[in-house]
């Protein structure tokens, strides 16, 4: 199983980038997927999760109303649209899936993880 993450790279404040991630190996239609981020010194944290049954959506405060995670069941493929960009969502970004249907906002929960993609967001 893959999951190819792209999309990132150098955006100014305000801006905007839409991530992708694509799967292979197995099909997430029916499965939880999401995006997390580490930024340099912190810990891992979540940013977004669409389950695979209902197709429900979960983010934290943080990135709330900024940011929008989509998928296209059909091609097996995961986005993120990220808007007004803020220096503080700099970071290295992963797509992961889950064996899980009902949306999770766990590392834990995820079990298949992507190589991650750079975004850096310059003031």
């Known amino acids: 199983v893959q999951l190819q993450a792209s999309g990132g790279g150098l955006v100014q404040v305000g801006g905007s980038l839409r991530l992708s991630c694509q799967a292979s190996?197995?099909?997430?239609?029916?499965?939880?997927m999401g995006w997390f981020r580490r930024a340099p010194g912190k810990e891992r944290e979540f940013v977004a999760a669409?389950?695979?049954?209902?197709?429900?959506?979960r983010y934290p405060d943080s990135v709330k109303g900024r940011f929008t995670i989509s998928r296209e069941k059909a091609k097996n493929t995961l986005y993120l649209h990220m808007n007004s960009l803020e220096p503080e969502d700099t970071g290295v970004y992963y797509c992961?899936?889950?064996?899980?249907?009902?949306?999770?906002?766990?590392?834990?929960?995820?079990?298949?993880w992507g190589q991650g993609t750079l975004v850096t967001v310059s003031s």
């Open positions: 190996g197995r099909t997430f239609r029916y499965n939880t």
């Open positions: 992961a899936g889950s064996r899980f249907r009902a949306v999770q906002t766990s590392g834990a929960d995820y079990h298949y």
């Open positions: 669409i389950s695979g049954d209902d197709g429900s959506t």
